[in-house]
Each structure stands twice: as C-alpha cells, then as structure tokens.
C-alpha cells in the first residue's frame, strides 16, 4: 500500500498546457490538415440494412471528370481471419475490412460500399452517385431477442457461436456465450426471503462526442505513408491499417490530431485503410471527413441491450444469490462489450451464490464500438436497478443495503482478482453522509442512488523525457489526450524530477516519435502512461545525481536529490538541475531516458451517485434538479481533470438515462441521425454536478492512481431511473425514461 | 584499432530514405510552409557599410493598411555577453542579436536594422521603404590589412584583442591573436637548403547554397512558440533563439525543414528571433525569407584571408622549418573561423619547427559563417602553394616531398594530439598510384596536386529506437540530414541489429521530440550520431535477447543474436525480432532503447586531391580538365554519398580556386549579389570528379567511420591553383584564378 505522501505538485490544479490553442481555435482536429494537391474524398453507402451485392459498377463515377480514383473492397488484399488487441477491445481485422468496405454482403443501413477521391468535394460527392450497385435485399434483424431466434435471417454463414462446449454445426447470430459462475446459485435463492426478478433494456446510443470522424492520408510512390486523423490511439490506427492494407508498421506514420471527443467510439477505424488505398491510387494526398449522419449511421454506437437479472437476499439485507443473463448487440460484425458487461455487472457487491451467463450477438446495425467504460453501463443499469427495487421490497435504505454486502479488501472478484485496496465503502458512506442525501424531496420528485464498477486497464505505454540545457523538460509521450493527460503526465515528471511544472513540456508524438503505446481507453492513460513517466523521470534524476557526482568526484550515495537541486551531503554543494543539463555535453552527453512498460495492477474503479429528479406529471419529461458523483480516484493527480470526467461521466449517463436512443424504422433505417433528433444533454438541461473526490490509494501505482475517466458513466442510467421509479412509484425498467414512456408509465400506474 | 569486420549492410550502396520526397518535390524547405492567419515579413536593411543609427522612425510603416507588426533591436531584452557553443564556431549572443537587428550601429551594407510583418508579402516589402533610420556615416573598411592598421575605422569601441599577454587599453579591429610554436622556428630556417616565402589571398566566398534562408514561426498567448526553418541545428537554433529573446528552451519548439544546402552558412541564424518578435506583437503566424540578394549581402559568406607562409627544405627534401602568419576577415562582428586554420595550416607534415600566428578581425562585410571545413581550405591554400613551390624549387615530385614529410600515427600534431592510425600516407600512395597521376598531359596544360586537413568534430548526440511489433524499427534522431545521414543512421542500426535497412526508418525529430543533438557540422553526423545509434541498437538487441530467455527460461548467456534472430545455444530454438517485438506487450512492454552522449575520438581526416587543368592563354580561362579526390574515409558507411562528398568538397573548392569572389565597391556595397555575377561552378564546367576511398579506420569508432563531409573542399585550392601555374609558369598566390587575373599573369611572364 502506497503511504500518504506530501506532494508538492500531485493534486494542484496546474494550467492546461492545451488550453490556449483550444480556446483560440488554433488546435487542429481531424479534418483541420490540408496537403498541396489534395483530393476530397466520399464514401458510397448501403440503402439495405441487408443485402446481398451483386455487382459493383464504378465505371461511371470513374469517367466523371475530376475523379482520381474509385476504391471498393476488392482493392484490399485479402485477408484472414487474425485478431488484433485493439485497446479495450479486440476487433477481427477480416471483420474489420469489411465493415471499412463491404464485401460480399452489406449489413447496415449506410454500410460503406465504396469511395471516390476527386479534386473537390463536390465532385466526390456527385461521383459516388454514379456508382452503381446491384444489391440482393435480405431482410434485416434489428433486435438483439429477434436475432437469435432459430428462424431468424443470418447475417454471416460463417458466424458458429463461440464460447460453447462445442462449435456449432450451423451458423447463427450469437457470436459468443461467456458464463462466470460463483457457488450454487439455486442454493442461494433457495436462503433468499425476498427475491426480486425483472428484464430490463437499454437502447443503442451514440457516444456523443462533436467531432466526426475524419483523416488525411498520404501514400508516396516508396510506399511509405503518412495518416492525419483523429483517433483515441494511433498506434491501433497504424496496427489496423497496416493490416488492413498489408503493410510494414515502419511504412506508416500515424500522426493523432487533437480530439473532438471520442469515448470509446474512436478506438477502431472507418476511414484510413480507404482513404489509403484512394491515395495510392491517385498518387495524391485524400482528405475523408465523415458527415454527421454518416458517424450516425456507419460509426460504432454503444451496443443496446437486453437484460434478465435476478437477485435474493435474506431480511437482513444479505444478498444471497444473484444472477443475470445478458444479451449484447454487436451490430454487424461480432465483439459487443458482452464480456465486460459480465464480469462487471455483480461486481460491487460481495456475494457468495453468483451466476451470469452473456451473449454477444450480431444484428444489422452498423458494429458496436467502446463507449465509456464498454458494457457496464447497461449491464450495471440493470443490477443496480434490481438492487433498488430489492431494497424498497426490504424497506432497506439503497446505500446500506449496498454497505452491509459492499465488495471490499479481501473480496473475491469473480472476473479473477482478490481485491486489495478498493473504494466502495468510503464512496458510499460519502454519499450517505452527503448534504444531498440528507436534503428534503418536493412533490413529483424522486431520489435514487446506484454504485459503478469498472476494472480499469493498464497495457503498454512508451515515453522519453529529455533534459533541455537550461534544465527545462520536454516529455514525450505517445497517448492522445483526452480528458487531460498531458496536465497529468507534466505533473508527475514535475513531481519527481522537483522541477516546476511550467518547465516541463507535455508532447504527443506521432507512431514514429515514441515507443508503442496502446490507446487512450480504459482510463488507462494517467495510471500506465504515467507509470512510465515516472520510471523514465526517477532514471533521468539518477542519472543528474551522477553527473553531480563525478564533478564533486564523490560516490553517488553522497549525493542528494531535493526539489531539482543535487546536493552533496559531504559539503553541502549544491548543484541545480539547470546547471547539471548546461554541464551535460562535457560530462557524458545530453540527459534523456526513456521507459516502456505494460502497466500491472490497475485499481478497480468505483463510483457512487445520488440523483434527484422531478417528474412533470403531464408531459413524463424528467429533470434532474441534483446529482452527486462520488468516486474512488486512488489518487487525483489534477483535481480539477478528475471532477471533470466525472462530471462528464455522469452527463453522458443522464443522456443515456433520460433521452438517448437510436430509432430504427422497420427497414432497418435510422430515423434520428443527427444531433437535433438525438437528444443529448445540453448544459441547460443539467444542474451543476457535484462531486466528491475518494481517495483511497491503488497499491500498485507509486502515487496510487486508480484511472477515472469511466466508472462515472455507469451509475447514472440506474440512479437516474430508480428516482423517476421513486418519483412516479412505477417501476423503470426500460432505457431512456423519455417522456413518451414515462408518461405512459404514469397513465399504467393510474389505470 | 578496429578489427576489419564482415559487414552486411555497411559499404552498401543503399536506396536514400528521402529519395522519392526530393525528386518529386514533395520535400518541404524552409519557405514551404504557410500557417493559417500567417503573416509576411521584410527586413529594412542598411544602404550604409559604417554608419551610426541616430534614429529609426517606423510610424509610417506602422500606419500602413495591412502591416501588423513593425521590430527593431529595441525589442529584443538587454543581452549581457554569453558566449554559446554553436556547433564548429562559437557566437556570441549579444553579438548575435546585433547582427539579427543592428543596435546602435549598421556594420555593413544590408545589415538588418527593422523588420516589418503584413498580410501580404508586397505590404511588407512597401512598409520597409516607409521605415525612416536617421544615421551618421563612418568610413567603411573593407579588408583585413586595412582594418589591423593604427588609424583605421574602429568598428566596435568595446572590442579589444584577445589573446594577447596583457589586454590592450584601447580597442581595435583585431579581435583576437592566436599563436602556435614547437621547436625553435629560427633553427629550422637555419638548417635549411631551400627557403619559400610567400604572401597569399583569398576572398570572401560564398557556400552556393542554393536555398535562401527561411522560416515561419509562431509565438503563442502562452508564450509557447514553434520555430519552422532551414538550418543544419535546429537544437542551435533553439538555443540562439532563447538565449536572444530571453525564453526558456522548452517554450521553443525548432523544427527543420528539409534543407537545400548550408555547407556551414545554416550553423548561425538571421530571421527566426526577428520572426518570432514579430508574431509575439502581431498574435499571428509569420514568414521571414530572404531573397537572394539579401542572402548575398546579409547572411555570413566564408572568410577572406591574407597570409604569409614561410617553409624550408634540406636538400633531401626534409622540412625543417615552416611558418605562418594568417589574418582572417571576421566581417562585422568577431568569429572568423582563424582558429581552426592555425590548427590546421601545416598539421598534414610532421616538422620539428613551426610557428603559427592567427589574427581574427573585424571589417565592414557581413559576419562570416562557417564554410566546410571553416578556415582551413584559407590557411592550406597558402601551406600547399608553397609546399607546391618548395617540390619546385628541390625538384623533387610534390607527393614525394609530402610523402617524405607526412604525419602519420605518432605524430605530434600541434593542435594537440598524438595521431593514432591516420591515413595521408595511404592517400598520398593511391594519389601516386593512379592512372591520373601518370597520364600525360597536352599543351597549355598543367598538373598539381595537394593534400588537406581537417579535424572532424564530435559533440553530442540524441536517438532513440523503436522496435515496431512487426519488427521493423524506427530510429529517431536530431541531425538535420543535409548529406545522406539518414541512409547512413539506418545502415548502421541494421547492422547492429541484424534486421534489412528497408524494415529501418530513419526519422529526424524537432527539437521537442529528441534529446539534445549539436549542429550537423564539422563531418560530426555520421561518426558521433551514429555512435549513439549503434549503442541504442545494441541496448535493443540485448533487450530482445533478455526476452527470448525469458520466454525459453535460460540465461541471457544462453541466447545468440544471429541476422536478427534470437538463438537459444542449448536447442537451437529460434525467435524472430519479429516474434520477439510481436509479443513484446505480454513480455514487459514494447522494446525501445535510447542513447545520448558526446562522442570522443572524430578521426583525423586527410584528403589528397589531384588537379588538371589547360589555360586558354589568350583569355587567361581556366579549364579543369580531369580531377581526383581521394580521402580515408575511415570506413565508408554508403560509398555512393562518401563519394558524392568528396565530389562537391571537390567542385565547391574548384570554384573557390578558379572563379568565386565577393566584389566590393569603394563604399562597401556588394556589387555581385546574386549567381549571375557570382559565379559557382555548374555541372557544364566540371568534368567527372574521380574518386577513391580510403579506408584505414578510425580506432575510436566501432566501424572505424571518419567524418567525410569537409576535407576534400580543401586541396582544390592549391591544387587547381597550382596546377595554373604549372600551365603558365607563373606562381599564382591570390584567388580566384579567374579569366582576369591568369591572364594578367600570363601577360606579366610574357612582358
């Protein structure tokens, strides 16, 4: 266990280092890159939701003055099947391709079918008109129950479930059954006095981030190429197109641009290996920005679910059994969050009869993608909501029935560690012992509270830090920021080398600039990427030690590091690090060092939220009008960052909670593809989020970080509803509680 | 000494990394980038030689339409006298601004007294005729024995010789006197059958290189800026930059464009604190390029020189006495490049008495800048010319007479060290050896030959290497590749590391993303940074052997690094980089290794070059007509740019000796700014530059590499010079041996 230590930058609330070019507007996002001689480039979509393509005709689009070049999927090299670690999740790279550009089969409304680069927009745009495509229609399965119906349409014939005793002898939708068990379930319900059993279900949502996806690429007449684009983790863009495109990693660089938000949903590629291939084709540079509609309708949304759970406990509050069955969309190509889902979903709570089975199944939408913390939110939605209504059945207050059965030190996760060190407990009795638990309710107000698990994750991260000759710093990490990280990883250099953050430069390099790092996701970033900062920093005060050294001629045990001043403990001569790096060219050689690392032993993550909401009785709209999130962050390197995601977190689990939804005709069409029919919150739809910072140190992080940037998401979809249960005395069960369906429920209730 | 090693990549001729980005002109260069918002800049120039600024007026440009920002040397901070090491030279800081934007007084015709910045280029070239500077002439003085006379001009009231044994009271021209001495110079003379003494000339020349100096710069709100430039040290660049506005080096970003030539001229800076002044006052981006001319009468030409040479002979051809006084033209501000020409001046003969004084003094040009080897093709002209006359006058062959008089391993150089392994010997021996040297010659033709030296520095130097997991590798380095550095870090990375050089990509950080890296200069490149690339990529492969035991369990002396392949000793059991890199996430995390240091043991390098040329008597045109360059390369890393070095050494000394030459008229004005009046040999003047590599390895590096880069411009000037004399029979002392001035001579011995 970390002990406490007294740190001198750790836990200020240091100036962004971006946050001038981010207000001037000088930032440059994913379409901002523009090469001399470039193309403009679009992409030709599905009409179907399923179909069969017959033939592709881009002749005339080829013919169309001001075209350079017409990519389908033929003009990838064909691929096998080969999995590749993609951040939080792994994507199929064969699967991958064709959902860049279909092959064989379109399977989503808006699925890419082709693409045109041509020296204007304009004409790209006109040119993919011309393209002409012979489709097959197939009927389409949109709902998670529908699809593994025995009868229903099959998206892929060589699709056999995975994950069973044995591989199937015909194709089917469900990509794969994962079960967790945890002793005798039927025993446990069997010990149960009370016992609460509901289906619940969350709709396909969009991560809500505001900058579409978008890349510019280059691909030289030598092979090598270069891609612009905006992305969580451009080492996973270089991994994936190369492989995409069968090419060396060295031949590409991959250059991340500042991010207009992401959340998960830019931790996997649409665009770069088509783009490439345009580039290629032309001998010219090809810009491809998405439009809003296309991210709606052809980007990866957070995946919709449907959720059986059931949980007993005996009168004293004691959780006996719980249990669960989840079903995961995956949309077009297998890899929902299923598996997270599962070993989240009971995680909080310390239970010893536990049985969850999950399935990850494929249905004509376009393939799911990360969003924010990957499948608790929907699979904790439905725990949390089930221990709600098992504490109102026990006439239990929500938090401690959470306290008396709470996972803890000691606790036996059920997706495989014994935890050390976690946070739950203190974050519940945050929030019992909050101001807003204690405040009063006001007619047609309810107030609900839910906990969040999420593991976090470590991966590997590669920096180097090079001692300037002024004794200024430059960092050079290769992690986009996200939600803040270059405050962070300044800070913990700054922190261990004692040298003011403000002379420590924070940059992100390009796939070549720096060692491997995966991407930014799991909120990973602060713990592991900061792992390696601090390896590589305590290497470079080393080695200014033993410059100090060699000058004083004494042995490196006698000399002292304090606030970014060698001090010879013989005499008390001091050398600072300014005057070390001015000195470094005759003593040795300029100062750098560097570290790689696969980070072990991310802290489990969790969140506790107090949500009060008002029901307006005739329409079913619901504010919120209080919300607290509290969460463990091992330790908050930059306060400020930490409030922010959860505040951020608890946001975009509102939306999902309230309004977000992904509408679907019977054709398989998406009917709100846009901002202005899918509702996210805006800042006047929300009060001020408050916050509470836990901190109960990760033993594995040298400062006791835990990431943060995700378990914020989870609790709010089960708080927020569980109040508008508490509110309206019906009980929630189906995501979003939109008005429609509020209101229906209330009318249910006074029928 | 280096064992001769079996090579598999070094020695090869290999593809250049950047050449499809050059022949398709898809290489940006200083000029060839535009940011948005981005201003354009002009420099208001002096139209005086010698004058004092009473007042600068620059209310009127100020008050035009479209100029955003007006500089003068009163925004710079206050700079105290700091001396910076600079790569080959050292500036001083304060002298420096003052040659970035006069202060007080203009020291030559086009010194920089404003600058202006407007949105368009012809705004800003408006606003500097609008620019009004009051000043007070003072009489110029344009040459060197003018400038060291009692009652010269005095250029600086502050500057007083240095290097004298007491500091004189009052100031003058000469900024320095250097002296060298072994043995007794007196007795050497005495002892000698033959005496030759001669006074010689050389003028101010310029590089040739093709692209004007140029840069866009940013300085943001947050005082963060980035500096985009052609220069051969972008970490000089840097620090010149800081240390003039007073800025932190973490605060300036420095990238290099590609470079069309420096040869020296790109080691100091003009424009970029100019620039930077600028877009702080303005808020907006800003690009600064000279044109031609201005390159011509503001950036730093290569040094003017007079110079007595004395030596003497026994009869057998024993040198036993040789003496110099050398003045060296610093133009306005000190630094001439004196110093390395005393070093070098007679250090290719080991001779018991010497006896050099140098002189470093101001005159009214602009300051010089490093020339290629800077300072010794001067001092070595006069040397060679007369160790040419001194073979005359003992009849004796000229490379005989060297032979018999070579330094070779053991001699003392009077520079300081004691030569280990050096090859003149082997140079003057293939010299001697070469079809060339035994073909006959026609009428009006002549043959000479000379020898050259130079030091070759050594300096710091920053990389670090990535292994991709597919096994390809990136390598990061900080030296600006202005001939061929990155084939040659690539060659010698896939030597180290067993892995093809097409899996290898070199690439050249900014100064954010590289530890610190002196100036590409002083043959450096190759033999310092390429040390720091052989130890980081003997660190990779130690670390992917540690992973390979790892994964065999057997002990790091168990596995063999075979053609990038890890063999475990005991089974024969194999691991690919490929493999190794693959699983490298899994194994402790991705593979990266860096070095940085200051590289000791530059091996001396000597060149012996062989000239031909036919006088056309009735013009006085000089025609080379064969020419070989031969030098010890150490260890030629890519033969073909080792070779392409010892050709443009060749052909810049070529003109140097036959035609370049600043003329000045008799206010100081330039009168032949520009190539059409300056006259650089073209690929139509020369004929093909024969070549031989030498190789007797430098024992200080592990492959034995010499730097290549500067000692071939040397021997051209004696050795076309002398060849000239040769052909006409009279002995020609001063340069260029231009149409004029042969047949001068030529008229002279007819008369």
Redesign the interface.
Known sequence: MSEVKDYKYIGQRTIRPD???KV?G?ANFGADLTLPGMLWARVKRSPYAHARIIDIDTSKAEALAGVMAVATAADFPAIASETL?MGETSADIRDLARNNLALEKVLYHGHAVAAVAAVSQTIADQAVELIEVEYAELTPVMDVLEAIKDDAPILHDDLFTAGLAETPETPSNIAMRMELKKGDIDAGFAEADVIVEREYQTPTVHQGYIEPHACTVRY???G?SMIWCCTQGHFDVR?ST?KILNM????I?VIASEIGGGFGGKTTIYLEPVALVLSKKSGRPVKLVMNREEVFRASGPGSATRSWIKVGARKDGTITAMQGILHYEAGAFKGSPMAPGVMCVFTPYDVANVHIEGFDVVVNKPKVAAYRAPGAPQAEFAAESAINELADKLDMDPIELRLKNAAKEGTQAIYGPKFKAIGLVECLEAAKNSAHYKSPLGKNQGRSIAAGFWFNAG????V?I?????G???V?EGSPDIGGSRASMAMMAAEELGIAVE???P?I?D????????TTGGSRTTFATGMAIIEAAQDVVKQMKERAAAVWNVTLDQVDWVDGVAVNTADEARLSAAEICAA???T???????A???ARGAGPSFAVHVADVEVDPDTGKVDVIRYTAIQDAGKAIHPGYVEGQYQGGAAQGIGWALNEEYIYDENGVLENAGYLDYRIPLASDLPMIETVIVEVPNPFHPYGVRGVGESSIIPPLAAVSSAVSNAIGVRMSELPCSPPRVLKAIQSRDN
Chains 1, 2 share one sequence.
């Open positions: 946050g001038f070019d001037t000088r670690q030289d007449e030598d090598q991994a190369a060396e990693l060295s031949k660089k991966m590997s991260s590669s180097v090079n001692m300037n000759p002024d200024t710093v430059v050079v002379k420590i430069k940059i390099a796939t070549d600039g720096v060692g491997l790092n995966s470094a060219g005759s040795g050689g300029p100062i750098s060092a560097r790689s690392l696969t």
